[in-house]
Antibody, heavy 120, light 112 residues
Framework: EVQLLESGGDLVQPGGSLRLSCAAS????????MHWVRQAPRKGLEWVSA????????YYADSVKGRFTISRDNSKSTLYLQMNSLRAEDTAVYHC?????????????WGKGTTVTVSS | QSVLTQPPSVSGAPGQRVTISCTGS?????????VHWYQQLPGTVPKLLIY???NRPSGVPDRFSGSKSGTSASLAITGLQAEDEADYYC????????????FGGGTKVTVL
């Protein structure tokens, strides 16, 4: 069974940093593009970032570019999101999501998410 | 403001047909990029409903269907059921956006 388990969410002050992790299992992790998608309280889905299977190509939403860094460790089947200079508007549930293919296309497996709250 | 525009809400009585529009532009849907749809039931994570404009993953009832024309796509639900009450999101690829992945703002479907 394909599973994605996020961790690392926490309460952090504005300007602070946080690193999210996503442990993947049940599929050949290194093959697929992986995404982070967030959902602020009572809001819609917002795509955050994606990374190719090898890690050589990364993509970011304008709202996080320069502040967030996506990476992966294929030897550990783990996806990461380093979040710096956090703002109140980054408060959301962050989902780790598997793409169906080796290029950015659509998403077929979603993790339950980890909650990030940015507040003083 | 989402790149893909959806109506905030639609409603219908059980058994009726409802449609949800997803309006884009020449850099996404109008450029021919595929549209995908996700259903998010209350308190759950999104689930893939339609991929590649019109295709249903295994297990998705055939009362859900997708279509696309020009710069817009639509999701239709025929024979609306109480368990269809959920939020629905369209997603596509945008050549002008740095990250390329774009979602619609979401549509809440209410079964009256």
């Amino acid at each position: 069974e394909v599973q994605l388990l996020e961790s690392g969410g926490d309460l952090v002050q504005p300007g602070g940093s946080l690193r999210l992790s996503c442990a993947a299992s049940g599929f050949t992790f290194s093959t697929y593009v992986m995404h982070w998608v967030r959902q602020a309280p009572r809001k819609g889905l917002e795509w955050v970032s994606a990374i190719s299977g090898s890690g050589g190509r990364t993509y970011y939403a304008d709202s996080v570019k320069g502040r967030f860094t996506i990476s992966r460790d294929n030897s550990k089947s783990t996806l990461y999101l380093q979040m710096n200079s956090l703002r109140a508007e980054d408060t959301a549930v962050y989902h780790c999501v598997k793409d169906v293919g080796t290029n950015v296309y659509y998403m077929d497996v979603w993790g339950k998410g980890t909650t990030v709250t940015v507040s003083s | 403001q989402s790149v893909l525009t959806q109506p905030p809400s639609v409603s219908g009585a059980p058994g009726q047909r409802v449609t949800i529009s997803c309006t884009g532009s020449s850099s996404n849907i109008g450029a021919g990029y595929d549209v995908h749809w996700y259903q998010q039931l209350p308190g759950t994570v999104p689930k893939l409903l339609i991929y590649g404009d019109t295709n249903r993953p295994s297990g998705v009832p055939d009362r859900f269907s997708g279509s696309k024309s020009g710069t817009s796509a639509s999701l239709a639900i025929t024979g609306l059921q109480a368990e269809d009450e959920a939020d629905y999101y369209c997603q596509s690829y945008d050549s002008s956006m740095s990250g390329h992945v774009v979602f619609g703002g979401g549509t809440k479907v209410t079964v009256l």
